[in-house]
């Protein structure tokens, strides 16, 4: 179907499609259909296929007559397997375990484990919260802080280290509430022990907490009409883009011109929304909190010594005691002491009723409904003015694609309209949900999608490259029950996956100079998380503490200044915290951390399919300017003597170990010491001013001379600035 038809064909948009008319929908609109598996003399090269994956490859690369890169090395496939999957580099050991594993089940075993670490979720959990647009604050002039935003974050990350079934978590963010609402009645000001089916419901609606992320205006700002819009159309432009691959926000205003989206459906998608609103669900879960039961006989007790106290005191009347009853107080005293010190740290007083723990309740902003009474209706804007109101709109899915999954696009429950939503959209003939999630990961593995534009899949977006293979990928996501861990073992067992990055001939870079049809795997730079992270995991400094509140590392003087306000960056107070993982630090709409920023963190007003990747002059000063990157640089150089007390050869090896996971060439050994006499001589010139540079030393690394300390510790600034330490081959 051309694109004049589409436009045509919108201008009236029946409720029902014919046969025909599904069709001719563009192919996103689609349902996926199973294609066939190119084999036999289909494929040239069938050495080169590993699994299905690599037949679609191989047969579009025969037809190109484009050869493809040879197989990586082992070193450079375990680094990229630990990038990939948890955001680490390997240690020497790791290298090693793997690089002398003979077996042919080395590179499976490697994947498993890496896929059961805890770091798995942090390092995937980072790639949804770029979609979902997630930070903990509400941007716009006064950036106030969204209420315990990092709940979701938290949510985020568990969700993909229990391998969630990725139909089940886009259940639970779009309408958690709704399809369990039995299992949330719970009264705050109560103690409970949760059933397990209670708990899991608890956790799940943290998940509708992706709606609590949109940016914000002060409520003062705006009247209570214009909010209301505001947020809705913020809520279906992000589920559209995020879960549908869909770009509906013109429609707004007037028909799409280019996908069979109507105006009339847009606000239908409003009318879903209309019913909800933000609220605070206050939290009793062991994933959370810890089980309340382990706090109620705590609560009991201070409760106890409490009445035991005034009974005493009522006794007494305030006269003189003797010894006996002195010593008797005391005890009381020392009880109510003890009972109170045994609370959780945060319980900052004692209750005034026995069970009232709403000053200690951890809380999540989450997804609920309006009062019935308070329900406004929906209307077409023309224009997509807010004071042309039309005719009202009912809550509706849009009719082009409830039609291509045979279903009325009508929804009839208002407060079960998210519900319904959801369910729909993780229905196995849906045409859109599968392909776009299963074209995010195979973007995050190989840095690339097989439609890359990975927020619009329609006519206005990039055309596939391999169409048949992203419906035999989300075709098999589903037979495997939507496990996106079952995916990894997939793509990362392909022979595409596993392929060289450092190839290319003249005919390549002529006939796909982008790699479009992956005839080798693509160099990618480390993400600004990614890279924090892989500095302090190479110093030895990196703490891996899971989940909680943001972490607020502290800044230079400069860009202290460039704060607004002094309040909007305040330093987490124990020093451990500062050298966490880089998805737990803070991320504020109207100040970025400067190193995120500089390494192209998303602007999170929107969601973020992709990340830029530049490279500008501020990258290079961070690395070897930054007083943050220069105390790692400390730390990575007493590993260093630590492992010879003062040999170079010895140092250099663990140096490349530690750092780019490879052994070092002999041209690079002698280079790099040659660089570190050097630098060892400029340090010994202006002996004092090097020994203020490098203030006070680790114990090994104290046991050289400041001169040669200086110029081992800048060795490892240089290497640290090196493109090899950024990217992943």
Known sequence: MNRCFIILALLWMPSQLTGQEVADLPWAFRSPQSPAVPMGDQIKHPELVLNSIDAFIQARLDSMNLARAPKAEKHTLVRRAYFDLIGLPPSPEQIEAFVNDESGNAWINLINNLLESPQYGERWGRHWL????????????????????????????????????????????????????????????????????????????????????????AESALDAHRLKHETLTDWVDTTTSVFMGLTVGCARCHEHKFDPISQEDYYAMQAIFAPSTKEYLHLH?????????????RLTAVEEAKIALKVFRSRTGGRELNDDEKQQREQLRNALIESVMRLPDNANSVPNEPFDILMTSPTATVLGHDHPKLLKPVHFLDRGELGHKEHVVKAAIPVSLANSTDRDPAITKPFESRKEFALWLTQSDNPLTARVMMNRIWQWHFGRGIISTPNDFGEMGAAPTHPELLDWLALSFIEHKWSIKEMHRLIMTSYAYQASSQFGTDEHEQVDPDNKYFWRMNRRRLEAEALWDSVHATAGTINLKMYGRPVVPPLAPDEIAALREKWQWPISGDPAEHTRRGVYIMVRRNFRFPMFEVFDAPITSVSCPQRDVTTVAPQALWTLNSPSVYRQAKHLANRLVQASPNDPNVWVKTLWKITLARTITDQERAEAIDLLNALESDAAENLEQTKANIGQLETELATLTPQRAAGLIHLCLTVYNLNEFSFVD
């Open 285 to 297: 879960t062991p994933m959370m909190r810890g089980d309340w039961h382990w706090l109620y006989p």
């Open 130 to 217: 770029d979609v979902a647009r997630y930070a903990d604050s509400q941007g716009f002039e006064g950036d106030n802080s969204i209420p315990n935003a990092w709940r979701y974050r938290d949510y985020v990350i568990k969700s993909f280290n229990d391998d969630k079934p990725y139909d089940q978590f886009v259940q639970e963010q779009i309408a958690a509430d709704e399809i369990w609402p039995d299992n949330l009645d719970l009264d705050p000001k109560r103690v409970y022990i949760l059933a397990e089916s209670k708990r899991r419901s608890m956790e799940a609606r943290v998940g509708t907490g992706f709606f609590a992320l949109s940016p914000q205006v």
